[in-house]
């Protein structure tokens, strides 16, 4: 937007003509990548630990003191306030550190 206003300076130094057939690109430019740059702003996140949120993972481990989970090909370490059998499906609840919080899976059976 400040680039269209600069470019409105063109018309104090240039024939209108020539002014105004460099002022429509330069807009045109200016408007087509602000609106890029905010189509951008509200994608939701691709990396980090806010995409894990919802996603569905495996128990591989599940002692007393201990969980593992199996997520994209990556082990991490889970808590659940509910008990878990290995090989049950829990869906990601949230991230503390590089622990993982679980609860099992709705409609599924557990175990395996």
Do not use: C
Not at 22 to 38: G, I, N, T
């Amino acid at each position: 937007m400040i680039v269209m206003v600069l470019a409105l300076l063109l018309f104090a130094f240039l024939p209108w003509p020539v002014a105004l057939a460099l002022y429509v690109p330069v807009s045109a430019v200016s408007l087509f990548s602000v609106w890029k740059v905010r189509q951008a702003q509200r994608q939701p996140p691709r990396t980090g630990t806010q995409t894990m949120i919802g996603e569905q993972a495996e128990v591989v481990s599940a002692d007393r003191n201990a969980v593992e989970v199996h997520y994209r090909g990556e082990l991490w370490r889970a808590a659940s306030s509910q008990p878990l059998n290995p090989g049950q499906p829990v869906v990601i609840e949230g991230v503390e550190g590089l622990t993982l919080r679980v609860a099992p899976l709705r409609n599924a059976p557990p175990g395996r």
